[in-house]
Every structure is written in C-alpha cells, then in structure tokens.
C-alpha cells in the first residue's frame, strides 16, 4: 500500500497480519464490545468483533532521505515471549527488494520505540554474530528511550532483544540518539507520545500543505480511540498513554492528517462524542 503526501511517499511493506488472537495485547477489546462499533468493519474488525492488525514497516520518502519506519520482528531471534516470533525464517528482506527497498537503499532506520516488533529487523544473523541489516543507515533512536531499555531491560525477554537488535547498532557506531521532538529533515519531525514506552516517539509528516501523523504505537488499534482508556498490556504506563491519546488524536481530529497506525492501516481521525473514530481510508 502507497500514500503521498506532497513530495513524500509512504509506503506500507508487511511482516505478519492477524486475525483475532489479540486478547493478549487489548484484554477489553472484546468481540462484544467491538461490534459495538460498527465503524471499525470490515477494515479493521471482522463482522464477529476480532481485530484485524499487522506488524510491518513504512519506508517515508522524502525528497533527500530513504526512511524506514520500525523494523518489525526480524528471524532467528530467540527469547521471545510470543512463540511464533521466535526462530521466524521469512523472506521479508526479499519482500522489500521486491518492492523497490534493496537493504542497501535505505539511509535512516527510524524506531518510534525499542519494543520486540519493532527492532527486530534492525539486525540479522551473519556468521553467528547480529550485524546491521541496513549497512548505509544511520539508526535514530530516542535518546530517551535508548538509555532506558540499557539501564532498565531487566527481564531475560527485555535484554533479549536489546542485545541483538539494539546493542549491535550502538557497537557498530550507527545509532543516532535523538530528543523525543527531533527535527529529522524538512518534512519530518518527531513527537514526544510517551505512556506505552517511557521515550515513546510519533512522526508527523509535513509536505506541500498536506500533513500524515505515523502514531506508532501511540494506539494499537483504532479501538483505543473510542475508548481511550483501554491502554495496552505492553504499555508502561497506562494512565499516561490514555493522556497521549487523548492529546495526540485531540491534536488532528477533523483534520486532512492522514493518519496510519503502527499496528492497523490509514485512515482519518473524527471526533465522536467524548472519544473519536477512525474513518478507513478506502
């Protein structure tokens, strides 16, 4: 999938998509309570109330950089906490090629956060050590966020992934560490949406007077924005994502803002009562 927004491009490269089986990301986000809201079908529920969302990357072209938003899950990584993203064996690197994203063409790696399904790709296993998948990139990464998965990734799950996704960047000398309101280029800059990680980053994407907001996982699922209070599991704060959203979704509700979500795809932000909807971009 492909959006412009004036001299930039955004285009949507996928990983893995689901079905259901996210009661373990969203626990209220019932089947009940999602047909509720009738809006969400079919792009972004299914008629039975399950949740449709992705994991994926979003390569943002601008008019002097090649940017790659997030980096999924990666393979052969180990320790993670869901089964099925360990030892992965995908031909997702091929996939990019394909669609006119060689490894060697992309020149910023860009995390909004240093989660498990957003790094992954950051690395890949090369003679049995993690190396830089993007060798011509330089990696942004909050400065926030960086220093608090290095002194706080006290869990096996958490260290697991800062040591093969993140810490080789930093050896290599690749990464950049950046305030959380980082001016990256003309086009984009960043947005401090902290809650569901403590250094949490949005991209807002400015162009020929057209606007994009890349949330992140500012929400998980447009759900969250009739309900602002169903924060996720993996949020580490709860109370503070629900202000964010709040905040971030108060900022470009009826607007043009094109909006795409780390987790679900584009569409427009409305106010709707005292929460907001999520008008699919058809």
């Given at each position: 999938m492909q959006w412009t927004i004036g001299k930039v491009k955004i285009t949507k490269v996928v990983e893995l998509e689901t079905v259901g089986s996210t009661?373990?990301?969203?626990?209220?986000?019932?089947n009940e309570e999602i047909q509720k809201l009738p809006w969400l079908i079919p792009?972004?529920?299914?008629?039975?109330?399950?949740?449709?969302?992705?994991?994926h990357t979003l390569i943002v072209e601008t008019p002097s950089q090649r940017i790659m938003v997030d980096t999924g899950l990666g393979n052969d990584k180990e320790g993670r906490k869901v089964p099925t993203w360990n030892n992965r064996k995908e031909p997702f690197l091929e996939r990019m090629t394909e669609a006119g994203f060689a490894p060697d063409s992309i020149d910023t790696v860009l995390c909004t956060h240093l989660h498990v399904d957003h790094v992954g790709w950051n690395t890949k296993l090369a003679g049995g050590?993690?190396?830089p998948t993007f060798p011509k990139a330089r990696y942004v990464f909050g400065k926030t966020e960086y220093e608090h998965w290095r002194d706080h990734s006290n869990s096996p799950e958490h260290a697991a992934v800062f040591n093969d996704s993140v810490k080789p960047?930093?050896?290599?000398?690749?990464?950049?560490?950046?305030?959380?309101?980082?001016?990256?280029?003309?086009?984009?800059?960043?947005?401090?949406?902290?809650?569901?990680?403590?250094?949490?980053?949005?991209?807002?994407?400015?162009?020929?007077?057209?606007?994009?907001?890349?949330?992140?996982?500012?929400?998980?699922?447009?759900c969250q924005m009739a309900h602002l209070d169903w924060s996720s599991t993996a949020d580490s704060d709860p109370r503070q994502s629900a202000v964010t959203r709040r905040e971030l979704f108060g900022r470009f509700a009826d607007t043009p803002t094109l909006v795409i979500g780390g987790h679900y795809n584009a569409?427009?932000?409305?106010?709707?009562?005292?929460?907001?909807?999520?008008?699919?971009?058809?």
């Open positions: 009661r373990f990301i969203l626990p209220l986000a019932t792009h972004f529920a299914t008629e039975e109330g399950r949740l449709r969302m992705s994991i050590k993690w190396v960047i930093a050896d290599a000398g690749l990464a950049d560490l950046v305030a959380s309101d980082h001016r990256l280029c003309d086009e984009i800059t960043l947005i401090p949406t902290p809650g569901h990680s403590p250094g949490h980053m949005s991209i807002h994407i400015v162009s020929e007077g057209q606007q994009a907001l890349l949330t992140g996982d500012a929400a998980h699922h447009p569409g427009h932000i409305k106010r709707d009562g005292a929460g907001f909807k999520f008008i699919a971009l058809t």
